[in-house]
């Protein structure tokens, strides 16, 4: 079963951005342009679970914010 977020660090030698728990096995370049390893056509499988988190998180806060303020007017 394939997970549902991934993690990722940035090389400092490439500044490019590197996902950790995966292996050219499971996911091909699937296009010839891409050497083995790049998972740039997964982004959004690799990092939507993560995306989700994120505007959750990111909502919820603008709402606390809003409602504070609101109450303080």
């Known amino acids: 079963m394939k997970q549902s977020s991934y993690a990722a660090v940035t090389s400092t030698r490439s500044a490019a951005l590197k996902v950790t728990d995966v292996s050219p096995e499971e996911?091909?370049?699937?296009?010839?342009?891409?050497?083995?390893?790049s998972y740039h056509i997964y982004d959004y499988q690799f990092f939507f679970k993560n995306l989700q988190e994120n505007v959750k998180h990111r909502v919820e806060l603008y709402m606390e914010q809003a409602a504070a303020a609101e109450q303080a007017a």
């Open 27 to 37: 996911y091909p370049a699937v296009i010839s342009v891409l050497p083995e390893g």
